[in-house]
């Protein structure tokens, strides 16, 4: 069995860190530096990671990296509030990237926030990259090791035999091998989980080690805790579940939410949540169900 993964975003950068960060910026002649602490006064952010870097156009600044499983829409008033923090607790300009996951059903995912409040404006530009539009070559190719888990999500990346590729580079890496959990997740995306289990030779229940799976569960608990109540719980599991649902299967997986909504046990959705992880087709959820 595969060890237990337990991946934080800034493990993920900081496996080849200048590769990531010419990726990200687009400027070929950046150099990273440090990775820095991003927790500020108030607010503490496991997928926020700050990299200083350097260019001779530019000199020195940072790279405010923001990785989320799936976008949401107050991601440009955070971007605003992120990059303003790192600006005043480093003394440094910062570039804003926003990195989403999980393809979303939005038309187009905002680039800036801007507010006018009486004549006086707010701007803030970030970047944004969707890994669904990132062609998966150019994680072996630059290369960029940190994508590897998520080479399933990427343009052309559902196909078995790359996916296969992508696991033997993981496994053939010591520093790699505890992000097979992440990748075997992501797969089933795209392939059955049949196969999933036999392309990784160990059993399904190891994706609730993935740490992805992990923050779709507790994405709908800290909900339900911050109302203090059981009906809140309720309701915050079902927002984990709607999360997948619409990631996996899209309209017709959110068409099972009215049917799931009328569950009322704990355990009980805790338990639909990690089905709709383990089901590859709308027909096999259906019938887990």
Known sequence: MTKAA????KKLI???????????????????GEILSSDFQWISRESDVLIRVTSPEYGEFLVLNELQLRYQPQMPRRMRAYAALAEEKYNLPTYPVLINILKTNSEKVPTSFTSNLAGLRAIQDYRVIN????????????????????????????????????????????????????????????????????IMRWDMAVLRES??????????????????????????????IETNLEAKFGQDGLELLPQISQVEDLASLKEILRKTVAAQTIEELRQML
């Open 6 to 9: 337990d991946i934080s975003t």
């Open 14 to 32: 900081s496996l080849a860190p200048n590769n990531w960060v010419r990726w990200v910026t687009q400027m070929s002649d950046v150099v990273a």
């Open 131 to 198: 890994l669904w539009e990132v062609d998966v070559n150019i994680a072996f190719q630059q290369p960029l090791p940190s994508l590897l888990p998520f080479v399933p999500l990427l343009k052309g990346g559902e196909n078995e035999l790359i996916i296969r590729e992508a696991l033997q580079m993981l496994r053939a890496d010591e520093q790699l091998n505890q992000l097979e959990t992440v990748l075997a997740f992501f797969a089933t995306f795209v392939l059955e989980s049949a196969l999933v289990q036999e």
């Open 211 to 240: 740490p992805w799976y992990q923050e779709i569960l507790r994405e709908g608990e800290i909900r339900g805790e911050a109302r203090g109540e059981a009906r809140g719980q309720l309701l915050g599991l079902m927002s984990g």
